[in-house]
């Protein structure tokens, strides 16, 4: 068994040190096979369970049903996974048409956020639906939470080296061996696309900035959900506005890009763009009718009045059980004495 086998010294523009970084956290043979566990996993199921807990938090101060809420997050996780490498398979099916059995191995990275949602929502829709969920306060819930694994896990992209962006000479620009070697062995893909890349010229850190951006964006919808939560929707409506808005601009400056078709049309600029135009236009819309007509609302599951009161009727209080028994029990010693208890106080004289 091995640890760390594959550092590489990686460099920014205005800090004076030297990072060395590692792909592979181990490697080691099981069955005859060689096993290697990457970091790229490691920090992805580290946000999973920070998002995870996080969600589970929330669910239970908004007093949603912890067990059905198991179940959206295995169907969701499910879905997820299954969504995200769909959706990058079928915009890089021109390799994978040629390598069908490299479909499924995920571990080696071709995970696209914008699929794992779509797969992720789809599959929460329907378990919500079966399990009798409000959909939309879940999605609520789970776009707090989606910030915070987008945000942890863009650092599986640093360890791997991948994902950045197009040159600079900005305080951030990152050089490393596995960067310049990249940039040259791509260039013919880089010139079909209109890009001019140089490899001796630092690049853009863009999983540095969406980690960042997603972590600003948390704690701004957390701020949201304690000061302004308005209505059932309203965070999921936020998420898919800053975190549009992010991927729309640091999307052009990455090398990595799936594009529609033959175009320079990148898919996940184009959806971003739409992704913020419509929840913007359903936010202003839903602000403004809340406005004119304000409804009281909690992120609380609360039992409606009326399904409170039979539970009362159902339940008597203990002072009424109380009555019922001492009432219960003069009858009885009435009995006893040869009394009739319908005659009234004169009924023995």
């Known amino acids: 068994m091995q640890f760390l086998t594959d550092g590489v010294e990686v460099t920014f523009q205005g800090i004076d ?18 096993v290697s566990i990457k970091f790229y996993g490691l920090i992805i199921a580290f946000g999973f369970l920070l998002a995870v807990l996080f969600g589970g938090r ?5 007093k949603l049903d912890l067990n059905k809420m198991l179940d959206v997050l295995l169907f969701g996780t499910i879905g997820g996974i299954v969504g ?4 990058y398979v079928a915009f890089e099916w021109d390799y994978y048409s040629h390598h069908l059995s490299e479909i499924p191995q995920i571990w080696e990275g071709g995970l696209a956020i914008y699929g794992g949602l779509i797969g992720a929502i789809i599959a929460a829709f329907f378990t919500c639906r079966r399990n009798g969920l409000n959909f939309l306060k879940l999605l609520d819930l789970a776009g707090m939470s989606f910030l915070i694994g987008q945000g942890i896990g863009r650092w599986g992209n640093f360890a791997n080296q991948e994902a950045f962006g197009t040159n600079t000479t ?3 620009g990152m050089s490393s061996e596995k960067v310049t070697h990249y940039i040259e062995t791509h260039q013919a893909e880089f010139a079909a696309r209109g890009i001019t890349m140089d490899p001796d010229i630092p690049v853009h850190p863009t999983f540095l900035y969406e980690s960042l951006w997603c972590i600003a964006s948390f704690f701004i919808l957390y701020l949201i959900c304690k000061k302004a939560y308005k209505f059932s929707g309203q965070l999921i409506l936020g998420y898919g506005i800053l975190y549009g808005a992010e991927r729309a601009v640091v999307e052009g400056l990455r090398t990595d890009s799936l594009y529609i078709g033959d175009t320079t049309l990148r898919v996940s600029q184009v959806l971003s763009m739409l992704l913020v135009l419509v929840c913007l236009c359903i936010m202003i819309a839903k602000l403004v009718k809340l406005k004119k007509h304000p409804v009281p609302f909690s992120p609380v599951e609360v ?4 399904a ?3 539970t009362k009727e159902k339940k008597p209080s203990r002072k009424a059980l109380r009555a019922e028994a001492r009432a219960a029990k003069a009858k009885m010693l009435e009995k006893q004495e040869g009394k009739d208890p319908d005659d009234g106080e004169d009924s023995g004289r």
């Open 17 to 34: 040190h030297v990072f060395t970084v590692y792909s592979t956290f181990v490697e080691f043979t099981l069955f005859g096979h060689a």
């Open 58 to 62: 929330m669910a239970y101060k908004w």
């Open 84 to 87: 995200a490498r769909l959706y």
């Open 170 to 172: 900005g305080f951030l």
């Open 303 to 306: 039992v409606p009045e009326k």
């Open 308 to 310: 409170e009161s039979e």
